[in-house]
């Protein structure tokens, strides 16, 4: 069974504090995005990676970072967290397809970390 | 600029078929894909479309008029586990995947 985890369900932190969420696929994809998701919103990129220590900016980067240090393990940082980072940070991985790294395909999402920062 | 609409939210009866429809303005086209979400949960791929027509694929189903910028997801035979929201998504020139808000659906015995 295809695989992609989060490492925590939940997380509560304070304003300024660094936050480090945690993504592993177990499929040999390319392909791995950071999306945040807010009520009312379509799913926002954040940052992607095609490959190892690759990285390109989504959307709305602008307060984190992403390190792609192995294949498997995509990470999300939160330099100084502010309150509108509040939300749900999903994690996807996807296979190349038809040699493009962009072409996405089906995306595997993982379960999502809901972090409140107060 | 970029978008997609999509209702915010459906009511529809145990048993019975709904339609979600899915409209697009995007740069350039390369796939228009439907995802559902239970509360809580991650989204999980349903279909995928890339040319004109319907795909099938059991009780649910998806069409594309690129002319029209247009899509729907059709349920048939609807259960109370099809409550979810549906999400809709367009790749564009760049593959890159510009997304609805989604639809809530909910089912009612």
């Known amino acids: 069974d295809v695989k992609v985890t989060q490492s925590s369900r939940y997380l509560v932190k304070r304003t300024g504090e660094k936050v480090f969420l945690e993504c592993v696929q177990d499929m040999d994809h390319e392909n791995m995005f950071w999306y945040r998701q807010d009520p009312g919103l379509g799913l926002r990129l954040i940052y992607f990676?095609?490959?190892?220590?690759?990285?390109e900016k989504g959307d709305i980067p602008e307060g984190y970072s992403v390190s792609r240090e192995k294949k498997e393990r995509f990470s999300l940082i939160l330099e100084s967290a502010s309150t509108n980072q509040t939300s749900m940070y999903l994690c996807?991985?996807?296979?190349?397809?038809?040699?493009?790294?962009?072409?996405?395909?089906?995306?595997?999402f993982g379960e999502g970390s809901r972090l409140t920062v107060l | 600029g970029q978008n997609i609409d999509q209702p915010t939210e459906m009511t529809a009866t145990e048993g019975a078929i709904v339609q979600i429809n899915c409209t697009y303005q995007t740069s350039g086209f390369n796939g228009l894909f439907w995802y559902q979400q239970h509360a809580g949960e991650a989204p999980t791929f349903l279909s995928y479309n890339v040319l004109d027509g319907l795909e099938e694929k059991g009780r649910f189903s998806s069409f594309l008029s690129r002319s029209k910028g247009y899509s729907y997801l059709l349920l048939k035979e609807l259960q109370m586990k099809d409550s979810a929201s549906y999400l809709c998504?367009?790749?564009?020139?760049?593959?890159?995947?510009?997304w609805g808000a989604g639809t809530k659906l909910i089912i009612k015995p």
């Open positions: 996807a991985s996807s296979p190349m397809t038809s040699g493009r790294p962009q072409n996405t395909g089906e995306l595997f």
């Open positions: 990676s095609y490959d190892v220590k690759m990285k």
């Open positions: 998504a367009v790749a564009d020139s760049n593959y890159q995947l510009i």
